[in-house]
């Protein structure tokens, strides 16, 4: 998979030191389309903004498996056609966290299901929504300016996936 983009505090005008080591972590996104075309994207109601499903690979769990896990949980649906996107790396000084995300394109399997959120979504106030990619990339670049830390990294990084998957052409 290729490398889109990297990701540091600086390139997001934040001022914060680097620490000595990183904590890493390793996450699978995915562009998913329903058969609308449009794109899924959870609003992160207590944060303000907005993200692609996914999450961390757990013990065990290949990229796929977490990818597939993921999807289900955050918006209830499971997935087909998976296609490789990219990877954005992101090294965030203040959580001493450096994360590989790596991104996928799928298509929806028959209906759009009910999500299976953990506490900490639910309190997040995570709410599927679907919309056109380029409502998607539209509602990202608004958020831009998202005063959370970690949104600040969320909204680059996804808004980085859906930009390129607009300049890829892909057949579901």
Request: aromatic share 8%; with cysteine; net charge negative.
């Amino acid at each position: 998979m290729k490398l889109l983009k990297t990701i540091r505090d600086t390139d997001l005008m934040i001022d914060s030191l680097v620490p000595t080591v990183f904590e890493e972590r390793k996450a699978a996104r995915a562009v998913v389309f329903d058969e609308s075309n449009n794109v899924a994207l959870l609003n992160v109601t207590a944060k303000h903004f907005h993200k692609l499903p996914g999450g961390g690979i757990e013990q065990g769990e290949d990229i796929e498996m977490a990818l597939r896990r993921e999807v289900l949980e955050e918006i209830g649906c499971a997935i087909e056609n998976i296609r490789d996107l990219g990877i954005i790396e992101e090294y965030r000084n203040r959580e001493a966290l450096y994360q590989a995300s790596y991104c996928f394109v799928a298509d929806l399997v028959h209906e759009k299901g009910i999500p299976q959120l953990e506490d900490g979504e639910k309190a997040d106030g995570f709410e599927p929504e679907w919309m056109s990619l380029e409502e998607a990339i539209e509602t990202l670049q608004n958020e831009l300016s998202v005063e959370d830390y970690e949104g600040k990294f969320i909204v680059l990084r996804d808004l980085t996936f859906l930009k390129e998957v607009s300049q890829v052409v892909y057949v579901n």
